[in-house]
């Protein structure tokens, strides 16, 4: 799916000489989109059911838990 990609990593000040990227999809791709929502499906689903004040939210490629109590133990 991918061809001709490639990627340096930088972190502190390294940067790696490129890299080749041989598998994959596409950011962009309709199928990256279905794929996502797959693997992260058990991700959301940690906060049904719990506990109703409780909630995750996820929108494209960010997930948020938001939880509410009385105090930090609870």
Same mark, same amino acid.
């Given at each position: ?6 990627? $340096? ?5 390294? &940067? ?18 279905? &794929? #996502?929502?797959? #693997? ?14 409780? &909630?995750? &939210? /996820?929108?494209?490629?960010?997930? /948020?838990?938001? /939880?509410?109590? $009385?105090?930090?133990?609870?």
């Amino acid at each position: 799916l991918l061809q001709g990609r490639r990627t $340096k990593l930088k972190c502190d000040g390294y &940067l790696s000489e490129w890299i080749s990227i041989t598998n994959g999809i596409g950011q962009g791709d309709p199928l990256s989109m279905i &794929l #996502y929502i797959i #693997y992260n499906s058990d991700l959301v689903d940690t906060a049904k059911g719990r506990n109703k004040q409780e &909630l995750a &939210l /996820a929108f494209i490629v960010d997930t /948020a838990f938001i /939880a509410t109590s $009385k105090d930090f133990q609870e």
